[in-house]
Nanobody
């Protein structure tokens, strides 16, 4: 069965950095777009960013532009979200998800067929 395992979550002070990883088993990520979604307490899940199968990155959340970077390492079957200059409003549960139909900024079931377990990011002083 397909599993997406996320790591790198935790607590960090404002201005700090974290890197999230999403590693797949029983699935070759080369052929998928991979998106990161996040859900803050009391808010709906929102699309943060996505990297296409051709390694083109898209950032949907305006506040993360210039601070977050997505990369993919197909040899390791892993994608990364590098988060710099973290702010308290970045706090939430982050999920990676795969799409066989390209990137889309909504967590639609018919597009994103595999999801990671979610990892908590807390940015506070």
């Amino acid at each position: 069965q397909v599993h997406l395992v996320e790591s790198g979550g935790g607590s960090v002070q404002p201005g700090g950095s974290l890197t999230l990883s999403c590693t797949a088993s029983d699935l070759t990520l080369d052929y998928y777009a991979i998106a990161w979604f996040r859900q803050a307490p009391g808010k709906e899940r929102e699309g943060v960013s996505c990297v296409s199968s051709s390694a083109i990155s898209t950032f949907w959340t305006d506040s993360v532009k210039g601070r977050f970077t997505m990369t993919r390492d197909n040899a390791k079957n892993t994608v990364y979200l590098q988060m710099n200059s973290l702010k308290p409003e970045d706090t939430g549960v982050y999920y990676c998800a795969t799409s066989g139909y390209g990137c889309y900024d909504k967590p639609l079931q018919d597009l994103y067929d595999h999801w990671g377990q979610g990892t908590q990011i807390t940015v506070s002083s």
